[in-house]
């Protein structure tokens, strides 16, 4: 039994059929339950609920300072290489792309940890392109073992591991993992992933469960909302989260709401996803979801973020950049997209501040 069951019940779901049949008094009384179901968290996306973003705000509001208090964690990504093998149409580091690949030296990666720790942050995500020659697992875990010395928690996105090599990067100091589905629906999924081993739809899928099963600590999952229909995603986003929920309850659970951004390389077959759509499923999720982390990432603009603070976010990026040793290197690289918010980790704290928020530097370490 895997996530790949519960896809298979939705795969042929009629969901054009099942929104023309909401109702608005559907929506007030789903608003107003103590728990929801699954259909009601579809019925939450749907476009009759549009109309009711105001009521689903208030409550996703409430929900979130019950179970996570006025506080927004903070972390950076940290890109260690742009290697990869993968032919993925929306990716900037696309083994096709004539961009400038690089791959830190351990001395670098100890530059980069120093002076993204003098900005106060003590949470880390570590990012590669897919290429298991440039950047094997036992490139990772030397690098996890530097940062240890700078960082309270290490957090990985990279290409998917088996289970003992999840195990193995664990031991080293890993405690999470991010890793996105990028798009759920598997026809959708073999299209734009046009070579390479991430066109392994199922190894993909299954990789939180291996992770779960080698005892990380938590988990964050996702689309990138724009590959497909956002209302189909962002339903089956949330099916998977509450299927690791549910199955590995010693395992925190979040979400991030990646949309597509400008990049290297030329991708046009983008479904919209506009602010609105964007606040429609973060507020469907935490109703559904109440102790579900929600990310931000700077692929949002300034106004955007601070502004879905008090929303349901538990999670931001800041002083962020997408480039190989964007902190400290001289010689440039090539980033993975553009970013929007461009603040700096003291802006944004300032920022959090100023929303009557706690920003968090810290919130867990090793023993």
């Given at each position: 039994m895997?996530?790949?069951?519960?896809y298979?019940r939705?795969?042929?779901?009629?969901?054009?059929?099942?929104?023309e049949?909401?109702?608005?008094?559907d929506?007030?009384?789903i608003?107003?339950?103590y728990?929801?179901n699954?259909?009601d968290f579809l019925?939450?996306?749907s476009?009759?609920?549009?109309n009711y973003?105001?009521?689903?705000a208030?409550?996703a509001?409430?929900?979130t300072?019950q179970n996570f208090?006025?506080t927004?964690?903070?972390y950076?990504p940290m890109y260690l290489a742009?290697y990869?093998?993968n032919?993925?149409s929306?990716?900037?580091?696309n083994?096709?792309?004539k961009?400038k690949?690089?791959?830190?030296?351990?001395?670098?990666?100890?530059?980069?940890?120093?002076?993204?720790s003098?900005?106060?942050?003590?949470?880390?995500?570590?990012?590669?392109?897919e290429?298991?020659k440039?950047t094997?697992v036992?490139?990772?875990?030397?690098?996890?073992?530097?940062?240890r010395?700078?960082?309270?928690?290490?957090s990985?996105?990279i290409?998917p591991?088996n289970e003992d090599?999840?195990?193995?990067?664990i031991?080293?100091?890993?405690?999470?993992l991010?890793?996105?589905?990028?798009v759920?629906?598997e026809?959708?999924?073999d299209?734009?992933?046009i070579a390479g081993?991430k066109?392994n739809y199922?190894f993909?899928?299954n990789?939180?469960?291996?992770?779960?099963?080698?005892?990380i600590?938590?988990?964050?999952i996702g689309a990138?909302?724009?590959?497909?229909d956002?209302?189909?995603?962002a339903?089956?986003t949330?099916?998977h989260a509450?299927?690791?929920q549910?199955?590995y309850?010693?395992?925190e659970v979040?979400?991030?709401?990646?949309?597509i951004?400008?990049?290297i390389?030329v991708?046009?077959?983008?479904y919209p996803?506009n602010?609105?759509?964007?606040?429609?499923?973060m507020?469907?999720?935490r109703?559904?979801l109440?102790?579900v982390g929600i990310?931000?990432?700077?692929?949002e603009?300034?106004?955007?973020?601070?502004?879905?603070?008090?929303l349901?976010?538990?999670?931001m990026s800041a002083?962020v950049?997408?480039?190989?040793g964007?902190?400290t290197s001289?010689t440039?690289?090539d980033?993975?997209?553009?970013?929007?918010?461009?603040?700096?980790?003291?802006?944004i704290?300032?920022?959090?501040?100023?929303k009557g928020y706690?920003?968090v530097f810290k919130d867990?370490m090793?023993i």
């Amino acid at each position: 039994m895997s996530f790949y069951n519960e896809y298979l019940r939705y795969k042929n779901f009629n969901f054009d059929k099942f929104f023309e049949n909401i109702t608005p008094s559907d929506i007030l009384r789903i608003i107003n339950e103590y728990k929801i179901n699954e259909y009601d968290f579809l019925a939450l996306l749907s476009p009759e609920a549009e109309n009711y973003l105001e009521d689903m705000a208030q409550k996703a509001h409430r929900l979130t300072v019950q179970n996570f208090g006025k506080t927004i964690l903070l972390y950076t990504p940290m890109y260690l290489a742009n290697y990869c093998v993968n032919r993925c149409s929306y990716c900037g580091f696309n083994i096709e792309n004539k961009i400038k690949r690089k791959k830190l030296t351990f001395k670098e990666i100890e530059e980069e940890a120093k002076a993204i720790s003098s900005t106060g942050l003590r949470h880390i995500l570590i990012l590669t392109g897919e290429s298991r020659k440039e950047t094997p697992v036992s490139y990772i875990i030397d690098a996890v073992k530097i940062l240890r010395k700078y960082f309270d928690s290490i957090s990985i996105e990279i290409y998917p591991l088996n289970e003992d090599e999840y195990r193995q990067v664990i031991e080293a100091g890993v405690d999470g993992l991010t890793i996105y589905q990028e798009v759920y629906d598997e026809e959708i999924y073999d299209k734009v992933h046009i070579a390479g081993p991430k066109k392994n739809y199922k190894f993909r899928l299954n990789a939180p469960e291996r992770a779960c099963r080698a005892q990380i600590r938590n988990i964050n999952i996702g689309a990138l909302l724009g590959l497909n229909d956002w209302r189909k995603e962002a339903f089956m986003t949330g099916l998977h989260a509450k299927y690791l929920q549910d199955k590995y309850s010693d395992v925190e659970v979040s979400i991030s709401l990646p949309r597509i951004r400008p990049h290297i390389g030329v991708f046009e077959e983008i479904y919209p996803v506009n602010d609105k759509n964007l606040v429609q499923i973060m507020l469907a999720l935490r109703l559904f979801l109440p102790r579900v982390g929600i990310t931000i990432s700077t692929r949002e603009n300034q106004n955007l973020r601070d502004n879905l603070i008090p929303l349901g976010v538990t999670k931001m990026s800041a002083g962020v950049s997408t480039e190989v040793g964007g902190h400290t290197s001289k010689t440039k690289s090539d980033g993975q997209f553009e970013i929007s918010d461009k603040r700096s980790v003291k802006e944004i704290k300032e920022a959090i501040l100023k929303k009557g928020y706690q920003p968090v530097f810290k919130d867990w370490m090793h023993i």
